[in-house]
C-alpha cells in the first residue's frame, strides 16, 4: 500500500479519506485554503500544504499547486473526493505524466464517461439503455425546436459538461424550448467553458437510481448494487437510500449488467457510478456516469460493509479486486440525510454562518439502528460562502427500511445545530411522512409534498404531550434556580394546578414529582404523562427525557412567557401559566396586531451580544441583524426581506425585553 498520499479536496470528504488512510496506515497530507486553515480536516491530517486564497479556482481548482505539494512533501498518490479536481482527465493524465498515482480510474475513462453526448455513443455501444433523445450536439434554437418535436414534449435541454444539477431545463412546449435553449447554453458556457448541448426526452415522475461500480487495473468490475436519489430539489440530492424500494431481483441484476458492461466497454478501474432515471413500471435508462466516489457513497459503504476509499486505493496501488460479484450480498438498509446550511423555513435559501452549537447524535450501534456522521466541522465553524453548504452527511443503517427511517427519525432528533438555519426539522417530516415511508417516491417528491415550500407540520398527539411535559419541567427547573439566587421572580415552588399551552391546544393540568419521574395530570382527560430520564439543564438547547416508554429530544429556544420548543418537524410556543394568568391571557382583549413588517423585534428577553448593522445599511434577506443571548444561548436574528436601515434600537451589551424594536427599515 502507498505510504502517504495527498487529499486535494476539503471539508467532510477529506476527514471522510483521512480516517480510511489512519485505519490502513497510510500518512496523509491535506492541502488547504485560506478559509480552511483552521478546519477540522488540516487538524487531523499528518501534514499540511497551503495552496492560496478561498475561492476554488484559486485554491483547490489549481493543478500546478497540487502537484507541487506533492513533490513538497513526497505524497505517491493524490485522493480528488469528489467535486474540484475529481474529474478532470486532463488533472489524472497530469498526475501520471509526474509519476504520481491519481486514486481514480484511468484518465481515458474519465474522459470518456465525463462528458455526456459522448458517455451516451459509449452506452449505446454496449448495450446499455439510453433516454430516448439525440445523441448529438444541437446547433441552434431552429435545430432545438426540430429535435425536441422529433422526440416529443417534455424534453430535457441539457449541457454536456453539466454536473451538480446545473445546465439543465425541462421544455414542455416550442416557447420554452425557444427561451431554454440559449439560457441552457449561456449557463453552460458560464460555469463548465463549454456550450454543447444536447436534447433528450424528460421522463415524467421517474425515480433516480444509481449503480456503484468497482473496478481494477487487471479488467475486473464488479457491481456494488444500486442506491436511489429520488429526493431531489432543484435535480439536487437530499436523501439517499440502499437498496432502491423500486427494485426486484431481477431489475437489478438488469441494471447492474449494464452498469458493468458500461464500465468494461471504457477499462473502467475504481470506483464509479452509473445513473439511471426508472419509471415506475422499473423500465430504466441512461442518464450518466460519473467517475469519481458519490458524496452519497456511505449508504452502500453500510449495506455491503466495504469502504470504498480503501477499495479505491487498492485498486489504484495494482490490486486485483479481493472478491466477485457472486461473493457480494446486500446486507439491510440504510439512509443518508444531506444536512444543509439552508433555512427550510425561508424558501431553503442559504444560511451561512458560525456553527455556534455543533451537537451531532453519537455514532454507533444503538438498540434498533446504527448511525453514521460524516461531517468536517466541530462546534464553533464557520461554513462560509466559498464552498458547498453541506455541514454533515447523517446516515443510519438496520436490519429493514422502517428501521433505517425510524432510526434517522431519532438521529435527526439529537442532531443539534444552532447559528445558522439548517434543514433538521425538514428532513424530519420527510422522515414521519407517510408517502417517503411507502416508499412511492420520484423525483417530483418534494414539490407534490411541500407544493408552496416548508412550514413545519402540526403536531402530533404525542408530540404535544412530548412539548408540555418538557416545558412543565424547564418551567419548574428555572423557577427553583430563580428562588435559590433569590431575585425574587419564583412563583411558588408548592403550586401543583397549571395550565399549558402548545400552540393552539390549552390544557389544565396537575403536577407531581413521583420519585425519578415527574407527573402531569391532564385535568380534563384524567391521563396522568409520565416523565423521567430527563437530562437538561439551564442554558442547554436540547432536551432529552422519556415520556411513557418512548425516548425523545427536543430543541428549545427561550421566548416571551415561554418557550419555543420543536420535535422533529413540529415547532410551536409553548407557555406555562398559572391558572390566574391563564384566565387573563383569555380576557385580555385581541390584541391589534400591528404592522411589523419595517420592524425587527426582539423575540425574548435578552442580553444584545453584538449589533450587526448601522443606519443607512442596505441588508438582504437572511443577513444577520443581531445576535442575542438568553438563557446562555445565543440567538440570531436575521432579516426577513431585503430592506434600507433606517435607525437602532440597542447596542452591544444593551438588555432588551421581549417585542423590543431592535431595528427599524425605512
Ligand atoms: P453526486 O451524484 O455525488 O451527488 P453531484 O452531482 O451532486 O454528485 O456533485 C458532487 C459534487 O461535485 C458537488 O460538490 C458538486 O457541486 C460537484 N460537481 C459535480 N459536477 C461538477 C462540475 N461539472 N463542476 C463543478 N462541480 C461539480
Ligand atoms: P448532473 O450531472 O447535474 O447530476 P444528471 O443528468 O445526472 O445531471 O441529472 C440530474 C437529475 O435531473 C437526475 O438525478 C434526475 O432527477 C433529473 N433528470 C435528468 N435527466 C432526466 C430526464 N431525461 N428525465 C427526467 N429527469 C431527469
Ligand atoms: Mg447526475
Redesign the pocket.
Known sequence: MFSKILIANRGEIAVRIIKTCRRLGVKTVVVYSEADADSLAVEMADETVFIGPAPANQSYLVADKIIDACKQTGAEAVHPGFGFLSEKAEFAQRCADEGIVFIGPNPHAIQAMGD?IQSKKFAAAAGVSC?P?HIGEIDDTAHAIRISEEIGYPV?I?ASA???????R?AWNRKDVEEGFPAVRAEAKGAFGDDRIFI?????S?R?IEIQVLGDKHGHVVHLFERE??I?RR???VIEEAPSPLLDEATRAAMGAQAVALAQAVNYDSAGTV?F?AGQDKSF?F??M?TRLQVEHPVTELITGLDLVEQMMRSAFGEALAFAQGDLKINGWAVESRIYAEDPYRKFLPSIGRLVRYDPPIEGEKATYTVRNDAGVREGDEISMFYDPMISKLCTWAPTRAGAIAGMGRALEDFHIQGLGHNVPFLAAVMDQPRFQSGEIS?NYIVDEFPDGFHGVAPTAFQIDALTVSAVFMQRKLAARARQVGNGLAGPLTRTEWSVVVGKTRRAVTVADAGDALEVTLTEEGRTLRLTQVEWRPGRGQFRGVLGGDPFTVDVMPAAEGFVIRHRAARERVLVLTPLSSDMHDRLPEKQKADTSKLVISPMPGLVVSMDVAAGQTVREGEVVCVIEAMKMQNIIRAEHEAVVKSVGPKAGDNVAADEVLVEFV
Open positions: 455526456k433516454v433523445g430535457m441539457k453539466g454536473g451538480g444539477g446545473k445546465g439543465i425541462v433528450e426526452k424528460f421522463i415524467e421517474p433516480h436519489c429520488s431531489q435535480n439536487q440530492k445513473e432515471v435508462y442518464l450518466e460519473n423525483t
